[in-house]
């Protein structure tokens, strides 16, 4: 486990002074109850931003420091957040196909790691995270990842659903794995600008995400475990997308 000391900032002027010198900050947590000019300016601050902030219980902070945090603490991300507006353009610009992944409510730091290093492995230019129910990108991530966040633009949205639908805007096609679904992984066609929608470890994708999804498919499976691990179905869903392009040059 990577120690929360190394990956926290705490206190009012602190978080203000990183947030103005551009450090990369995953999220922000309020206490509950507390008040102050102070507040708004970081609320402010951190929606000029795209920064997330969430108020909690005081006991819940406590549990992440013991040191006079005044009702404010924030997480650091090691890796700079990117706009997928500004990202897609540019791989088009790059006369590159486009080929990104949408996080739905994946929560595991290993297997965000796992997913990001396949990612950036098998031709991936983006993963798009929304602000709410996301692995934090730490010590372990980094690690998990062998570099790879390191390297691959890791964008953030107001939400999975908004990124689908700016994708599905700017000419990509979205699809996403469905136990549900008639269609084989390789009946689908993934030469085109594709984007793969990525479930969560418990549930999968979203009911809401799968509808607005332009296609659905199943992977293949022999055994009776119910699922694949979700960083290992990710990496089968690029390889095919890889396989596919690389028959059609």
């Known amino acids: ?46 929606k000029l931003r795209e920064i997330p902030t969430q108020m909690v219980p005081k006991d819940k902070m406590q549990k992440i420091t013991k040191a006079n945090h005044q009702g404010v603490i924030a997480f650091v991300s090691m890796v700079q957040f990117f706009q997928l507006e500004d990202v897609l353009p540019l791989v088009y610009e790059q006369n590159k196909n486009p080929l990104v992944l949408v ?22 230019q983006a993963i798009v995270v929304g602000k709410k ?14 570099g790879a966040l390191s390297k691959i633009h890791v964008c953030r949205a107001s939400s999975p659903m908004a990124a689908i639908e700016y994708l599905q805007m700017s000419g990509l096609s979205v699809f ?5 679904a008639s269609k084989n992984i390789q ?15 418990d549930r999968g ?25 979700v960083s290992v179905a990710t990496g089968i869903m690029l390889y095919e997308v890889i396989r596919q392009r690389n028959l059609t040059k």
Not at 133 to 146: F, G, L, Q
Not at 187 to 194: H, K
Not at 208 to 218: P, V, W
């Open 103 to 124: 996080l739905d409510g994946v929560t595991d730091v290993r297997n965000f790691g796992a997913i990001a290093r396949s990612a950036e492995c098998l031709g991936a």
């Open 1 to 46: 486990m990577s120690d929360w000391k190394d990956e926290i900032i705490y206190g009012r002027h602190p978080i203000i002074d990183a947030i103005d010198a551009g450090r990369y900050i995953d999220k922000i947590w309020l206490q509950i109850g507390i008040k102050g000019e102070f507040v708004n300016d970081i609320r402010q601050q951190a």
């Open 187 to 201: 009946e689908v066609d993934f030469t085109s600008p594709t984007a793969l929608i990525i479930g969560a470890e």
């Open 176 to 180: 996403a794995s469905d136990l549900k």
């Open 133 to 146: 129910n996301v692995a934090r990108i730490n010590a372990e991530a980094m690690k998990t990842s062998a």
């Open 205 to 229: 994708v979203h009911k809401s995400l799968l509808e607005k999804a332009n296609e659905t498919f199943i992977i293949p499976q022999l055994g009776t475990t119910d699922s694949l691990n």
